[in-house]
């Protein structure tokens, strides 16, 4: 015989709504307008586990910002895809305007480049330091046409800062451009790096204020007599004492206007 009736049947259990479905998270573009904007890039310090992590970046194909002995930079492995024109996009630099390479040694630059006998005499003088020479790229050697902005010359350098020069040993030369938007004063310390540039960078080297404060010296040696392209940290006059007493006919100085 069955039991009485309930008296306490069970509340039907309310359907269970369904979750509102969470909007996807809009993309920061990779280069953003004038900022201020929200910071990516790691700051971290200038010291070997600093180091260890831009070599890292940059063999992945990311933007560094690095010192040097004349101001912040922006670098990228030369072989890394699309590298280049990142580097453009960053700064929001005109592709007419070439990259410098920036390398660990003589013998490095070398394998890009030919030098001529002035060049050589001008490197011995001011390498390591804050000069740069346009020199004619060596034949067959490839790079990216972005590079040199199509052009069969390439501004090199070696700085006189242990960190690019440590990057490049790792990497291979570092196309590197001032750390700064394109007409607009060059960053001197990481931090200034990280308000200019933003989320255009991946990895920022913090290593305090740079020494220097002047954007280099360039000098095209890569045909006739060398001349003054941009005034810079290495006054003319001395660039021209050195040509000089090399016995070596020359355009310097000369009347260039100082540019980042």
């Known amino acids: ?73 922006i670098a990228v492995a030369l072989d890394a895809p699309g590298g280049i024109e990142r580097l453009f996009a960053a700064k929001a630099r005109p592709p007419e305007r070439a990259i410098v390479v920036l390398a660990d040694a003589l013998d490095q630059v070398a394998e890009l480049v030919t030098l001529p006998p002035e060049a050589r005499v001008l490197a011995a003088a ?20 972005a590079l040199s902005a199509g052009l069969p010359t390439l501004g090199v350098r070696v700085p006189d800062h242990p960190t690019p020069r440590a990057l490049a040993r790792a990497v291979g030369p570092l196309p590197t451009t001032s750390a700064n938007r394109h007409g607009e004063p060059p960053a001197l310390d990481g931090a200034a790096v990280l308000a200019a540039l933003g989320e255009a960078l991946d990895l ?6 740079v020494r220097g404060g002047t954007s280099s010296t360039v000098v095209d040696c890569s045909s006739g007599p060398p001349r003054l392209l941009r005034a810079g940290a290495i006054p003319a006059d001395a660039l021209a004492a050195v040509l000089d007493d090399a016995g070596f006919a020359h355009r310097l100085p000369g009347e260039a206007p100082p540019g980042t």
């Open 204 to 209: 920022v080297l913090d290593g305090g204020p």
């Open 126 to 145: 001011c390498w390591p330091g804050g000069l740069t020479l346009v020199l004619p790229i060596r034949p067959g050697v490839s790079l990216p046409a």
């Open 1 to 73: 015989m069955g039991g009485p009736p309930d008296e306490h049947p069970k509340r039907a259990v309310p359907a269970v709504r369904p979750k509102r479905a969470v909007p996807a998270v809009r993309a920061v573009p990779a280069v953003p307008g004038p900022g201020p904007w929200p910071m990516s890039a790691r700051l971290v310090a200038d010291d070997p586990a600093g180091l260890a992590a831009a070599i890292e970046v940059l063999r992945a194909g990311g933007l560094v910002g690095l010192p040097t002995d004349t101001v912040y930079g």
